[in-house]
T-cell receptor
């Protein structure tokens, strides 16, 4: 049990579908992150939220839309994706104020775009 | 910009032998450095970090890392490898000093051969 839960673990969608990835953390943290992990590429930081406010959007295409309704939940809404968006999407959280530098990751959502 | 590099995509070590996974860094100021591990079909897990102080940092699962300022390196080590250590290892550094947005190396796949 990592304290950060991601659902679904696997998702297959067509390019015209709309779906969402969900992340929930039970650690009392104030910062949440979306990372993308593609084969043979470094992890890419996509979005950062601190105290529900978006503080980083790393030039992510608009077909990815994050939502953070509270400090415990983070969503990634997906629409009109491309096959190259197939990847493992990792959610992470951190205290946000103590600057420990340690991230706590979920197990990821494996996305396949057909 | 802060960055880390992992020069080896793959490292193979016989069980019981010492292991080293290499990481070099490029940062301005005093570095915060991290190692994470990813087991198959799982998210990343924190192993250890260097903030200041002793150049030899001890972490989870018997791993340690040596900070070397003159060589700008932060290599991960273990005296005696276990088959269960087989995984993907990532070195990381904060994007900006003192915050929790990490940028990761490309990863090194460690395989322990029985």
């Amino acid at each position: 049990e990592t304290g950060v839960t991601q659902t679904p673990r696997h998702l297959v969608m067509g390019m015209t579908n709309k779906k969402s990835l969900k992340c929930e953390q039970h650690l009392g943290h104030n910062a949440m992150y979306w990372y993308k992990q593609s084969a043979k590429k470094p992890l890419e930081l996509m979005f950062v939220y601190n105290f529900k406010e978006q503080t980083e959007n790393n030039s992510v295409p608009s077909r990815f839309s994050p939502e953070c309704p509270n400090s415990s939940h983070l969503f990634l809404h997906l629409h009109t994706l491309q096959p190259e968006d197939s990847a493992l999407y990792l959610c992470a959280s951190s205290p946000g104020v103590q600057n420990t530098g340690e991230l706590f990751f979920g197990e990821g959502s494996r996305l396949t775009v057909l | 910009a802060q960055s880390v590099a992992q020069p080896e995509d793959q490292v193979n070590v016989a069980e019981g032998n010492p292991l080293t996974v290499k990481c070099t860094y490029s940062v301005s100021g005093n570095p915060y450095l991290f190692w994470y591990v990813q087991y198959p079909n799982r998210g990343l897990q924190f192993l250890l970090k260097y903030i200041t102080g002793d150049n030899l940092v001890k972490g989870s699962y018997g791993f340690e890392a040596e900070f070397n300022k003159s060589q700008t390196s932060f290599h991960l080590k273990k005296p005696s490898a276990l088959v269960s250590d087989s995984a993907l290892y990532f070195c990381a550094v904060p994007l900006d000093f003192g915050n929790e947005k990490l940028t990761f190396g490309t990863g090194t796949r460690l395989t322990i051969i029985p």
